[in-house]
C-alpha cells in the first residue's frame, strides 16, 4: 500500500506560525531586564566546598529535638545560596547543616530558621509526598564520588520520609517530545532511570517546630547505602522555603541545573564507612477474597499468599537480591488515563523488588526503554505469578553492574511460562561521560520462543553547557530476521538563558524488545527543540518563549518510504509568577498520518486512511499548588484528525493542613469528525487523611466512559520502614453502560515486615 507524501505546511498558515514566533521570541523590553543575580557568567563548577562528619560516642535521640550533645561537636555547615529566585544570592533565612555518625548509621541535624515560623507550609503528612508543594530539605549523598548516581532523602515540617536514587545526573534517557496524537508526554516517574522516586530506603527521620523555625534529625544506617572504597563522597543539601518559592543550596547549583547536578555537589570527608556482610530478609502474608465478575465466577475465591525477598551485600558497593513468590504491590492502584492515540501508555513500576538500583539498568531513551521491568509478570493486564529470582546490583572495579534472572509461571490463555535474563555494565567517565552496554534474554518455555535485545549506550558530556547521548540496539526474535535494529542520537544544551536539542532516531519496523517499551517501530524520527529564558525584575519569575518540531517518517514495508506518520510544530511562552502559578499559552500544528485504519479504544468509531493536520490552541495553568485550595487546568482545542477536538482537563486540590487532602479531576475529550462524533471522559476524586507520617487513610474513585467502567479503592496503611508495614484495601469496578452492574471486587490484606539477619 502508498499513499501520498504532503509534507508542506501550508503557505498562510506558516506564514502565521513564523509571526507567532516572532511574538513569542520578541517581548524587547523584557529580555533586556535580568533580575538580582542573573547575570554571573556561566563556566565550570567552583572548587567544591568541603562538609566534615565526626565520629561520636553517643549518638543522637531521633526525636527532632536538636539538644543531644553529640550536635555540640559537629562542624557547622551553613552560608546556603540561592538558586531561585536569585541565582548565586546568600539565602534568606539561615540554614546549619551538622552531620556525625558511629559504627551503624549517619545521623544528619538540620536548624531551618524561619523569622516567620507562623507562615511555614508543612505539605501531606504522608510518605514520599510532593515535597515541592511544601517547605523540605533535601540530602544528597553521592557515595560513590562518580557525579552521576546519588541517595537522596528529604522532610518536610510534617516529618514525612521523602527518598529516591539518582542515575545519570538525573537524566531520564533523552529529551523527547514525540507522542502520537498526544502532545503532552506522559513521563514514568518509576524505574526508567533518572530520579526514581519510588525506590524505598530504611531510615528514619524526625521534625519539630517552634517559634525560631524547624528542625529535622536524620539516622541514615550505612547498610541502606552502597558505596566505593572512596574516603570522599559527594554531598550536597538543598532547601525550599515555599511561601517565598525560594531554593537553596549548601553547595551552589546554577539556576539551570538542580540537586541531582552532582559535579556540583561539596566534598563530605570524614566518615568511616563500615564493611560488613549485611543482610536482611522482608517477607509478606497477603490474605484475599474476590470475585470477577466479569470473567463469570459465581462466588467469591479465598487465596492466601507468602513470599518474600532477601538480601546480601557482597561488597560494599555490590548487593546480592533474591525474590520468591514476588509481591506484586497490589496494595496501590494505577491512575487511569484518557487515550486517544495507536500507541500504548506507559504506567510507572510500583514493585519494591524491582525498584532498588533500577538505574543501573536503565538503557535507551527516546521514547524507548529497552528494559521495562512491568513487562515482566504482567500480560494484557494480568498478573503472572513471578516464581522467584534473583539480582547482583552495584558498583564493582569501578562499573555499575546489573545482573537479574526472573521466572514466571503459566497463565492459560494468557502467557507461556518464562525466564527473564538482564546483564548491565556501566562505566562512568569523567566530564559527566559514561558508557555500557546491555543484554536482555526472555526464553519462553516453547521451542523457539524467545527474544533477546543487545544495546551499547554512551554519553559525552561537553563542558557544562553540552551534552551528547546515544544508544543503539538489535533485537533477535524467530521470524524476524531484517529490519531488527534502532539508533538514537540527541545533542543537547543546557545554559542559564538557553535549552535547545536535536534528536534524531531511527527504529526497523522489526526492532522488538519484548521486555522494553517502544510505543512504534519502523520510522525515522527528527526533533529540534529550543528555549530562551528570560528573569524578569518583577512580576514574573520567569518567561520562558520556546518551539520545538518533530517528525515521524515511515520506514515500513508497503508504506510509501518518508510517509509522515506524525508531525507536531509546536510554539509557546511559560509565564512562570513568583508564588509558582504559571501559564502555558502555545499553538500547534499538528499532523497524522494514517497508513491504515484507525479505531478508537473502546469505540467503533474508526477514521480512514490518509494524512490529516491543521492547527490547534494549547493551553495550561495552575495556581500555586502548596495553597490551601489550588486548581490546575489545560486545553487543547483545534484541529484533529478529519474534525476538530475539545480536550480540557482541570483539578482541583483542597489542602487544609498537613493531615487531610483532598483532590477532584475530570478529563473531558469531544471529538466531531467527519466519521462520527467520540466523547471520552474520566473523572477521579482523591482522598487522604494522615495520621501521622506512617499511618493514613486514602481512597481513589475514578470513572471512565473509555473503560466503561466506576472504580472505587480504599487502603489503608501502618507503615514500617522500607515502605513495608500493615496495609488493607477495598476495590470495586461497575459497568457503567454496556459493561452492566459488578465487575469485580476484592478485599485485600497484607502484611510485610523488614529483618536484619546479618550485620544488626
Not at 121 to 136: K, L, M, N, T, W
Not at 724 to 752: A, E
Request: hydrophobic share 35%; net charge negative; glycine share 12%.
Amino acid at each position: 500500500m502508498s499513499f501520498r507524501r504532503n509534507q508542506r505546511l501550508p503557505g498562510h498558515r506558516l506564514g502565521f506560525g513564523v509571526a507567532c514566533l516572532i511574538v513569542l521570541f520578541a517581548p524587547a523590553e523584557l529580555r533586556a531586564q535580568d533580575g538580582p543575580g542573573q547575570g554571573q557568567p556561566e563556566g565550570a563548577p567552583p572548587a567544591p566546598l568541603e562538609g566534615l562528619a565526626v565520629r561520636t560516642g553517643q549518638p543522637p535521640v531521633i526525636d527532632g529535638v536538636l539538644d543531644d550533645a553529640a550536635w555540640s561537636g559537629a562542624p557547622v555547615m551553613t552560608d546556603f545560596i540561592q538558586r531561585e529566585p536569585f541565582d548565586g544570592q546568600p539565602a534568606s533565612e539561615r540554614t546549619e547543616v551538622r552531620m556525625v555518625f558511629d559504627d551503624e548509621a549517619i545521623y544528619v541535624g538540620i536548624w531551618a530558621l524561619d523569622e516567620d515560623p507562623a507562615a511555614i507550609i508543612p505539605g501531606d503528612r504522608i510518605r514520599d509526598a510532593e515535597v515541592s508543594e511544601a517547605d523540605h530539605v533535601l540530602l544528597a549523598f553521592d557515595t560513590y564520588h562518580d557525579f552521576q548516581n546519588a541517595f537522596v532523602f528529604g522532610t518536610t515540617p510534617a516529618g514525612i520520609e521523602y527518598d529516591g536514587q539518582v542515575a545519570n545526573e538525573g537524566r531520564g534517557g533523552g529529551f523527547f517530545l514525540g507522542g502520537g496524537f498526544n502532545t503532552q508526554r506522559r513521563m514514568q516517574s518509576g524505574a526508567g532511570g533518572g530520579f526514581n522516586k519510588n525506590w524505598d530506603g530504611s531510615w528514619n527521620v524526625a521534625t519539630s517546630r517552634d517559634g525560631e523555625g524547624w528542625y529535622a534529625e536524620f539516622r541514615i544506617p550505612f547498610n541502606t547505602l552502597r558505596y566505593g572504597t572512596d574516603p570522599t563522597w559527594g554531598f550536597n543539601v538543598s532547601r525550599q522555603i515555599r511561601r517565598r518559592n525560594e531554593e537553596s543550596f549548601w553547595s551552589a547549583v546554577p539556576r539551570e541545573f538542580n540537586l541531582y547536578r552532582l559535579n556540583y555537589a561539596g566534598h563530605l570527608t570524614g566518615l568511616e564507612a563500615p564493611f560488613r556482610r549485611l543482610g536482611s530478609f522482608t517477607p509478606y502474608m497477603l490474605g484475599s477474597t474476590a470475585r470477577d465478575y466479569a470473567g463469570g465466577q459465581t462466588a467469591f475465591d479465598e487465596d492466601y499468599e507468602f513470599g518474600g525477598e532477601a538480601k546480601l551485600q557482597l561488597t560494599r558497593g555490590v548487593t546480592l537480591d533474591a525474590t520468591y513468590n514476588t509481591d506484586f504491590a497490589q496494595v496501590e492502584v494505577d491512575d487511569q488515563q484518557v487515550n486517544l492515540t495507536r500507541f500504548s501508555l506507559l504506567f510507572p513500576e510500583k514493585r519494591p523488588f524491582f525498584l532498588e538500583n533500577a538505574g543501573f539498568f536503565a538503557v535507551g531513551g527516546g521514547g524507548a526503554d529497552l528494559f521495562f521491568s512491568r513487562r515482566i509478570g504482567i500480560a494484557n493486564g494480568r498478573q503472572v505469578p513471578i516464581t522467584g529470582g534473583a539480582r547482583v546490583s552495584g558498583r564493582a572495579a569501578g562499573f555499575n553492574v546489573g545482573m537479574l534472572h526472573i521466572g514466571t509461571d503459566g497463565v492459560d490463555g494468557v502467557q507461556g511460562a518464562n525466564a527473564y535474563s538482564v546483564a548491565r555494565v556501566a562505566r562512568e567517565l569523567p566530564n559527566r561521560s559514561r558508557i555500557g552496554g546491555a543484554f536482555i534474554n526472555r526464553d519462553g518455555s516453547a521451542t523457539g520462543d524467545y527474544n533477546r535485545t543487545y544495546a551499547v549506550d554512551g554519553q559525552l558530556g561537553l563542558g557544562e553547557a553540552w551534552t551528547l547521548t546515544a544508544w543503539g540496539a538489535r533485537t533477535t526474535t524467530p521470524g524476524l530476521t531484517t529490519a531488527d535494529q534502532a539508533f538514537d542520537a540527541t545533542f543537547g544544551l543546557t545554559t542559564r538563558k538557553w535549552r535547545g536539542n536535536v534528536q534524531y532516531q531511527h527504529f526497523g519496523e522489526n526492532f522488538n524488545p519484548e521486555v522494553g517499551f517502544l510505543r512504534r517501530t519502523g520510522h525515522q524520527y527528527y526533533q529540534l527543540f529550543l528555549m530562551y529564558n528570560i528573569h524578569p525584575a518583577e512580576t514574573f519569575r520567569e518567561i520562558r518563549p520556546h518551539a520545538s518540531y518533530y517528525t515521524f517518517r515511515s520506514d515500513k514495508t508497503g508504506v510509501t518510504p518518508g510517509f509522515e506518520e506524525s508531525a507536531r510544530l509546536h510554539i509557546d511562552t511559560h509565564w512562570e509568577f513568583n508564588d509558582g502559578m504559571e501559564a502555558h499559552t502555545g499553538m500547534n500544528w499538528v499532523r497524522e498520518g494514517l497508513y491504515e485504519p484507525f479505531r478508537f479504544p473502546g469505540s467503533d468509531l474508526t477514521v480512514p486512511t490518509g494524512t490529516y493536520d491543521g492547527w490547534e490552541t494549547q493551553l495550561r495553568f495552575w495556581t500555586n499548588e502548596s495553597a490551601k485550595v489550588s486548581f490546575r487546568s489545560g486545553a487543547n482545542i483545534g484541529s484533529f484528525l478529519s474534525g476538530s477536538r475539545r480536550s480540557l482537563n482541570g483539578t482541583l486540590t483542597l489542602r487544609p493542613g498537613s493531615s487531610f487532602s483532598t483532590s477532584i479531576r475530570l478529563d473531558y475529550n469531544n471529538l466531531t469528525l467527519k466519521e462520527g462524533n467520540y466523547v471520552a471522559t474520566l473523572a477521579g476524586v482523591n482522598f487522604g487523611y494522615f495520621f501521622t507520617p506512617r499511618i493514613y487513610l486514602q481512597s481513589l474513585v475514578q470513572y471512565s466512559t473509555q473503560l466503561d467502567t466506576f472504580s472505587a479503592n480504599v487502603r489503608f496503611g501502618w507503615l514500617n520502614t522500607a515502605g513495608t508495614g500493615l496495609f488493607i484495601v477495598y476495590n470495586d469496578i461497575q459497568g457503567i453502560q454496556d459493561l452492566h452492574g459488578p465487575q469485580g471486587r476484592s478485599l485485600i490484606i497484607k502484611f510485610s515486615r523488614q529483618f536484619n539477619v546479618l550485620g544488626g
